[in-house]
């Protein structure tokens, strides 16, 4: 963040997300006049009207970009009914790839749906390239000089994401055109906090009474978007600024995994490989019954009487009954499971509510589960208030769990555009990323280094020999910072000086580890990750260059700098976690 660049016109935010994506900016003229005078975009895809778009993506033959979102769902299903799709590349909720990879790679390969592959980093930065194309279009409306060195971009990322991940999706940033000092990395639940500090009461279901985002006020968010459920503890800073009480937590618990039930359910009815010849054969029709099925998601609530109705193609009981030689309507009947619970009625389907709402059971209750162990927790005990934001937190039944999993003195606050916190709340981040005033190391962090070996303290399989003839121990856990520790943003900057092994060495290189123990010994302990590498360029000879190595902690991504004591001049230093 020391090297973001002050002098912009406007910031835009780009929320890439697991099922959808979006962008939002305002000017600074804005921001001053109203925090919250922000701009978005409406996608329509079919009967969907959304402020987001699908997360799908199409390349032609020569892996060239072809169409994006909601555009790209519809031409590849209009290929698919020619037959002519097979040539394409077309990829839809891969954002999930990136989650708890601790060993991502650049060179790291994608699957597209029919398992040819391409490059991760091309398809991400593809996506990221569209969305702020877009944007520049759309900002060039008002403001027709807007050049893209005016803008800060805010890119978000969940905040249980690891620090490989972030660097992937900040390169992939960059490949995309955005430069390295006009780019900040926002977390989600962090930019849902600052969206909704800005709403009016009124606009906060459940804070009707009580004040939750007063100086000194705790509070959960609970972050429950399409892959991920994010879950942070903040506070309210006397001077209104906010901290982090609780390193994230969370899982792969979001709105998608609703669909994957949805879609292991018709696999149950008809078989996976007619849902499979639907998706290759008929693809429209496939994609309509999940747009279908999104909209009956967002409004399914429990203790609902009627029978929940999805439009389904002709198409899928045609597939059925050549592979069986009968109806599905009279297949389902036969199913004593689901006999007078689910039935066949031309191009629908009708499930009795207990059907409709068994598909929402694992991830709601995985959700509930996690956020109860967290209370139990001595740190939350006095956290009184959940904030629930993003679109699966629109879901009233994944409410009424959370609500019966939590304890009665909980109150609940959901913001209205519960999907929409994440993205307005990125554009405040963006016009003051110094808000957030302190941070929680979600894991110890170190260097492998070595130090003079002591016989029967040190393994004897770690010890080597230097060139100057002294016995050293090696691979050693040269701690920096710790699990769960604060960190202030410019306060816990961690400075440990180095110097060579050898005299003619032109670089000092460490491989960089996290590990969630708090004392890790030796980066070979069992909870111990190599996460990368550091450089730092050294200059002169002998073993007594001193290197100071400045690990910059308490922003959403880790800064490295380096320093010759001797001279005090800055080396140069890479921090490498992609290989």
């Given at each position: 963040?020391?090297?973001?660049?002050?002098?912009?016109?406007?910031?835009?935010a780009?929320d890439?997300?697991?099922?959808?994506?979006?962008?939002?900016?305002?000017?600074?003229?804005?921001?001053?006049?109203?925090?919250?005078?922000?701009?978005?975009?409406?996608?329509?895809?079919?009967?969907?009207?959304?402020?987001?778009?699908s997360?799908?993506?199409?390349?032609?033959?020569?892996?060239?970009?072809?169409?994006f979102?909601?555009?790209?769902?519809?031409?590849?299903?209009?290929?698919?009914?020619d037959?002519?799709?097979?040539?394409?590349?077309?990829?839809?909720?891969?954002?999930?790839?990136?989650?708890?990879?601790?060993?991502?790679?650049?060179?790291?390969?994608?699957?597209?749906?029919?398992?040819?592959?391409?490059?991760?980093?091309?398809?991400?930065?593809?996506?990221?390239?569209?969305?702020k194309?877009?944007?520049?279009?759309?900002?060039?409306?008002?403001?027709?000089?807007?050049?893209?060195n005016?803008?800060?971009w805010?890119?978000?990322?969940p905040?249980?994401?690891?620090?490989?991940?972030?660097?992937?999706?900040?390169?992939a940033?960059?490949?995309?055109?955005?430069?390295?000092?006009?780019?900040?990395?926002?977390?989600?639940?962090?930019?849902?906090?600052l969206?909704?500090?800005?709403?009016?009461?009124?606009?906060?279901?459940?804070?009707?009474?009580?004040?939750?985002?007063?100086?000194?006020?705790?509070?959960?968010?609970?972050?429950?978007?399409?892959?991920?459920?994010d879950?942070?503890?903040?506070?309210?800073?006397?001077s209104?600024?906010?901290k982090?009480?609780?390193?994230?937590?969370?899982?792969?618990?979001?709105?998608?995994?609703?669909?994957?039930?949805?879609?292991l359910?018709?696999?149950?009815?008809?078989?996976?490989d007619?849902m499979?010849?639907?998706?290759?054969?008929?693809?429209?029709?496939?994609?309509?019954?999940?747009?279908?099925?999104?909209?009956?998601?967002?409004?399914?609530s429990?203790?609902?009487?009627?029978?929940?109705?999805?439009?389904?193609?002709?198409?899928?009981?045609?597939?059925?009954?050549?592979?069986?030689?009968?109806d599905?309507?009279?297949?389902?009947?036969?199913?004593?499971?689901?006999?007078?619970?689910?039935?066949?009625?031309?191009?629908?389907?009708?499930?009795?509510?207990?059907v409709?709402?068994?598909?929402f059971?694992?991830?709601?209750?995985?959700?509930?589960?996690?956020?109860?162990n967290?209370?139990?927790?001595?740190?939350?005990?006095?956290v009184?208030t959940?904030?629930?934001?993003?679109?699966?937190?629109?879901?009233?039944?994944l409410?009424?769990?959370?609500?019966?999993?939590?304890?009665?003195d909980?109150?609940?606050?959901?913001?209205?555009d519960?999907?929409?916190?994440?993205?307005?709340?990125?554009?405040?981040?963006?016009?003051?990323?110094?808000?957030?005033?302190?941070?929680?190391?979600?894991y110890?962090?170190?260097?492998?280094?070595?130090?003079?070996?002591?016989?029967?303290?040190?393994?004897?399989a770690?010890k080597i020999t230097?060139?100057d003839?002294?016995?050293?121990?090696?691979?050693?856990?040269?701690?920096?910072?710790?699990i769960?520790?604060?960190?202030?943003?410019?306060?816990?900057?961690v400075?440990?000086?180095?110097?060579?092994?050898?005299?003619?060495q032109?670089?000092?290189?460490?491989?960089?580890?996290?590990?969630?123990?708090?004392?890790?010994?030796?980066?070979?302990?069992?909870?111990?990750?190599?996460?990368?590498?550091?450089?730092?360029?050294?200059?002169?000879?002998?073993?007594?260059?001193?290197?100071?190595v400045?690990m910059?902690?308490?922003?959403?991504?880790?800064?490295?700098?380096a320093?010759?004591?001797?001279?005090?001049?800055?080396?140069?230093?890479?921090l490498?976690?992609?290989?």
């Amino acid at each position: 963040m020391s090297k973001l660049k002050d002098d912009f016109l406007l910031v835009a935010a780009i929320d890439f997300g697991t099922a959808f994506s979006g962008y939002a900016f305002s000017t600074k003229e804005d921001f001053k006049a109203n925090p919250l005078q922000i701009h978005s975009n409406t996608w329509i895809g079919g009967t969907l009207m959304s402020l987001k778009t699908s997360t799908c993506i199409m390349f032609d033959k020569d892996k060239k970009f072809y169409k994006f979102g909601f555009e790209a769902e519809d031409a590849y299903s209009e290929l698919a009914e020619d037959d002519k799709h097979k040539d394409y590349y077309y990829f839809r909720r891969f954002k999930m790839e990136l989650f708890n990879r601790l060993k991502l790679k650049r060179r790291f390969m994608l699957d597209d749906v029919m398992g040819k592959k391409m490059p991760a980093i091309d398809v991400f930065s593809a996506c990221i390239k569209y969305l702020k194309d877009h944007l520049l279009d759309q900002v060039r409306k008002p403001i027709p000089d807007a050049r893209e060195n005016d803008i800060r971009w805010v890119l978000t990322v969940p905040a249980i994401w690891n620090d490989v991940a972030k660097q992937f999706m900040r390169e992939a940033a960059e490949k995309a055109g955005m430069t390295d000092e006009n780019l900040l990395i926002a977390l989600e639940p962090e930019a849902a906090s600052l969206c909704c500090r800005h709403l009016p009461m009124s606009a906060l279901k459940g804070s009707q009474t009580f004040m939750p985002f007063q100086p000194n006020t705790k509070y959960l968010v609970f972050d429950a978007g399409g892959g991920t459920v994010d879950i942070t503890v903040h506070e309210v800073t006397s001077s209104g600024g906010l901290k982090e009480m609780y390193a994230a937590t969370g899982g792969d618990w979001g709105g998608t995994y609703v669909d994957k039930a949805f879609r292991l359910f018709l696999a149950e009815l008809c078989g996976n490989d007619v849902m499979a010849d639907l998706e290759a054969t008929q693809t429209a029709d496939y994609i309509d019954i999940f747009r279908s099925f999104e909209i009956i998601k967002r409004k399914f609530s429990p203790g609902m009487q009627d029978k929940v109705t999805i439009k389904v193609p002709s198409a899928l009981n045609d597939i059925f009954k050549a592979k069986h030689g009968k109806d599905l309507k009279v297949h389902i009947n036969s199913m004593a499971e689901y006999k007078g619970k689910v039935t066949w009625m031309g191009d629908k389907i009708r499930l009795e509510p207990a059907v409709a709402e068994s598909f929402f059971k694992d991830a709601c209750e995985k959700a509930a589960s996690h956020l109860k162990n967290l209370f139990s927790k001595s740190e939350l005990r006095d956290v009184k208030t959940i904030l629930m934001v993003r679109g699966f937190a629109e879901s009233v039944l994944l409410q009424r769990v959370i609500k019966d999993e939590t304890s009665l003195d909980k109150k609940i606050i959901i913001p209205n555009d519960a999907g929409l916190a994440i993205l307005k709340g990125a554009v405040v981040f963006g016009h003051n990323p110094l808000i957030i005033k302190e941070r929680r190391s979600r894991y110890t962090y170190g260097v492998g280094t070595s130090i003079l070996f002591k016989k029967g303290t040190h393994p004897e399989a770690n010890k080597i020999t230097g060139n100057d003839g002294k016995e050293y121990c090696t691979n050693i856990f040269g701690k920096h910072v710790e699990i769960g520790q604060e960190l202030v943003f410019g306060q816990n900057n961690v400075v440990k000086s180095y110097t060579p092994v050898n005299a003619d060495q032109t670089q000092i290189g460490f491989r960089f580890f996290t590990s969630t123990d708090k004392d890790p010994m030796y980066v070979t302990d069992p909870n111990c990750t190599d996460i990368g590498n550091l450089t730092v360029d050294l200059a002169g000879s002998g073993t007594d260059r001193s290197v100071k190595v400045n690990m910059i902690f308490g922003d959403t991504e880790l800064h490295v700098e380096a320093v010759e004591v001797a001279n005090g001049k800055k080396s140069k230093c890479v921090l490498n976690f992609l290989g």
